[in-house]
């Protein structure tokens, strides 16, 4: 009996769940709109239609649809994520303006979304030729959040456009002076900002759509503001306008339009550029022995992007290198560069070839012990050092070799030089001994024949004396000389 009871309750369940859920979820429904259904705009005008998804009772984690517009009336000139409901998209959302299609297919993590306006897209279109231009859903199915998926889609509701071609108006001379726009003191009606990574999170150029309408005197410019850095932008110039490449940060963009009578109205967006993949540092080396050893770093990032390694110490950039990865993702930095002793930190980071940027990759620890030796800013490996001592050593020898010929050489002019100055001093002293003697015997003759008491004006004592002082003066010079060799 209870075995009984215990099957048909089975029983019973599994009808509950196989019937009875589908057809709650069945009960709910959930339907497609666009927003504004209907408006007037001139050919060349853009404006902004919001595609939205009504889903109340039940929560939805997915939703496709083709959204469809007379490719001779109208023309899409961008589709915006911004604001979606959906984060997921398994493709991204894409247009044809050949074949008038609008394609979609996103969803949404678990727990799903309930409410009557979540926005899926926002599509601006651009009016091509005058007419009734209607844009309708097809291919719609609404998902919801449930074990089976159940397809929730019960109606959708399209939009009616008319284009019409724009009023020309008489050239501004042509205008009397009460109608310039100095008669207008309304400021721009207010606008929206639509910004458009185009799909890519990472973009560090998206676009902004955006347009201001005065219907007195009309719109002069724009200025937009970014980062406290102001662009001024005519209407209908470089339209959508792309920003200037932005760091993966948080921003805030202003966009002030001004008439031509000098009024504005102000809008504001707030919009996030995320970083791109962070590179990896698989290869560090805890210990480097600077000048004994090549510094060798690798590591992984996307393929094809510049990855800049930075050597910092005590927080102060020491230096930086830039290496490509491959088309797989790897990259490896060899450098045989000369490091004082201490800790540094290796990190690198990454950009691609639009300009975005990665975040910093976590820092590794390195000691350096520098084999060498650091003289001021000056730092000379010992490997270095030998080869400079061996060259310094060459030059000193090189030097004593040069100065011993030198003195070899002028010892030898000096041993020439002194035996010409002895023969020389010799033949002198030879002659002026013989040149004095010779005065000496005319001194005795004279002396014989003159009366005792007279003395002549050189006596011979004095002769000899003298030629005594010449001989040891010139000894005395020659030994001086033979001294100095």
Not at 40 to 53: M, R
Request: proline share 6%; net charge negative.
């Amino acid at each position: 009996m209870r075995n009984k009871i215990f099957l048909n309750l089975l029983f019973l369940s599994l009808l509950l769940v196989v019937f009875y859920i589908p057809r709650e979820a069945a009960a709910q429904q959930a339907s497609f709109y666009v927003s504004p259904s209907k408006g007037n705009y001139s050919v060349g005008s853009t404006f902004y239609v919001d595609v939205f998804i009504s889903a109340e009772g039940i929560a939805i984690n997915a939703a496709q649809a083709t959204i469809s517009f007379p490719a001779d009336k109208l023309q899409v000139t961008g589709l915006s994520k911004n604001s979606s409901i959906f984060s997921l998209w398994p493709e991204e959302p894409v247009f044809s303006n050949a074949t008038g299609k609008i394609s979609l297919l996103g969803g949404v993590p678990n727990p799903g979304f309930i409410g009557s306006r979540g926005k899926v897209i926002t599509i601006l279109f651009t009016g091509k030729a005058a007419g009734t231009a209607s844009v309708t859903f097809s291919g719609e199915k609404i998902l919801a959040n449930d074990p089976y998926g159940t397809d929730i889609f019960s109606s959708s509701q399209g939009g009616t456009y008319t284009i019409v071609v724009p009023e020309k108006l008489p050239p501004a001379e042509e205008k009397p002076p009460a109608e310039k726009p100095e008669a207008d003191a309304q400021p721009p009606n207010p606008f929206e900002i639509i910004l458009d990574n185009e799909g890519d999170p990472t973009n560090p150029r998206p676009l902004l759509y955006f347009e201001a309408k005065d219907e007195i005197s009309g719109i002069s410019h724009y200025e937009v503001k970014i980062k406290g850095e102001v662009f001024k932008v005519n209407p209908g110039e470089n339209f959508p306008w792309r920003t200037p490449v932005l760091s993966p940060d948080n921003y805030q963009v202003f966009v002030k339009a001004f008439d031509k009578a000098g009024n504005s109205t102000e809008s504001s967006t707030e919009f996030r550029v995320d970083a791109i993949k962070i590179p990896q540092l698989n290869v560090c080396p805890k210990i480097f022995r600077s000048g004994d050893e090549t510094l060798f770093v690798s590591g992984t990032a996307l393929p094809n992007v510049t990855v800049t390694i930075f050597f910092e110490k005590n927080g102060e950039l020491i230096k930086k290198w830039e290496v490509t990865s491959d088309k797989e993702g790897d990259w490896s930095l060899a450098k045989e560069d000369l490091f004082r002793s201490g800790i540094y930190e290796i990190y690198a980071k990454a950009k691609d070839s639009r300009g975005a940027e990665s975040q910093n990759s976590e820092p590794c620890s390195v000691k350096v012990i520098l084999g060498g030796i650091a003289i001021g800013p000056l730092i000379i490996s010992y490997k270095n050092l030998t080869p400079i001592i061996l060259i310094i050593f060459i030059i000193l020898a090189i030097f004593i070799a040069y100065l011993l010929w030198r003195i070899r050489k002028t010892q030898k002019l000096i041993d020439t030089e002194t035996k010409d100055l002895k023969t020389k001093f010799y033949k002198e002293y030879n002659e002026l001994r013989d040149d004095i003697e010779r005065k000496l015997l005319r001194v005795r003759k004279v002396k014989d024949l003159r009366p005792s008491g007279e003395r002549g004006e050189v006596t011979e004592e004095e002769l000899l004396k003298d030629l005594a002082d010449v001989e040891r003066i010139i000894r005395e010079e020659l030994q001086d000389i033979e001294e100095i060799k």
